[in-house]
């Protein structure tokens, strides 16, 4: 692994944890808007839509939190990964089926519907976390501190 590495890791991880973090963050103020968001993909059975509303933003502002300190990095990255690859497959399935809903992704302010761009965008996502969670910790994370 070169001198770099450790550091263009470290600034993956960061704008990954930064993504999520602002993206949890825009969606706390309106659970009710994010509920009808979610219901609105007709993936999740109705009565799921609200828990998931309060819990999905706080839970990605604490994935984005792990990632920007770097504290359990490979865990946190691989299911960072995870979940874009999720939203990747719930967005798809919406504009296949003709759906024409916002991907809510980041809150109110994502109105535009759903497109093959979000597609990719959450699929570029998925690929960087995959190679944070692949090359993890990075520089300056609190994991090479426990380790080291």
């Given at each position: 692994?070169?001198l770099?590495t450790?550091?263009?890791?470290?600034?993956?991880?960061?704008a990954?944890g930064?993504?999520?973090?602002?993206?949890?963050?825009?969606?706390v103020?309106?659970?009710?808007?994010?509920?009808?968001?979610?219901?609105?993909?007709?993936?999740?059975?109705?009565?799921?839509?609200?828990?998931?509303?309060?819990?999905?933003?706080?839970?990605?502002?604490?994935?984005?939190?792990?990632?920007?300190?770097?504290?359990?990095?490979?865990?946190?990255?691989?299911?960072?990964?995870?979940?874009?690859?999720?939203?990747?497959?719930?967005i798809?399935?919406?504009v296949?089926?003709g759906?024409?809903?916002a991907?809510?992704?980041?809150?109110?302010?994502?109105?535009a519907?759903?497109?093959?761009?979000?597609?990719?965008?959450?699929?570029a996502?998925?690929?960087?976390?995959?190679?944070?969670?692949?090359?993890?910790?990075?520089?300056?994370?609190v994991?090479?501190r426990?380790?080291?």
């Open positions: 692994m070169g770099r450790p550091y263009l890791i470290f600034v993956l991880r960061v990954l930064a993504v999520l973090v602002v993206a949890g963050a825009l969606k103020p309106d659970p009710t808007a994010f509920a009808s968001t979610i219901a609105g993909f007709q993936l999740l059975p109705p009565a799921v839509a609200g828990p998931m509303a309060v819990f999905v933003p706080w839970f990605e502002i604490l994935l984005g939190g792990y990632l920007i300190v770097g504290y359990l990095t490979r865990a946190a990255a691989w299911v960072a990964c995870t979940e874009f690859v999720i939203f990747a497959g719930a798809a399935s919406v296949v089926r759906i024409h809903i991907c809510g992704c980041f809150g109110q302010g994502d109105a519907p759903a497109s093959w761009i979000d597609v990719v965008r959450d699929a996502l998925a690929a960087g976390a995959l190679v944070v969670a692949l090359r993890a910790p990075g520089a300056l994370a994991d090479r426990e380790i080291g």
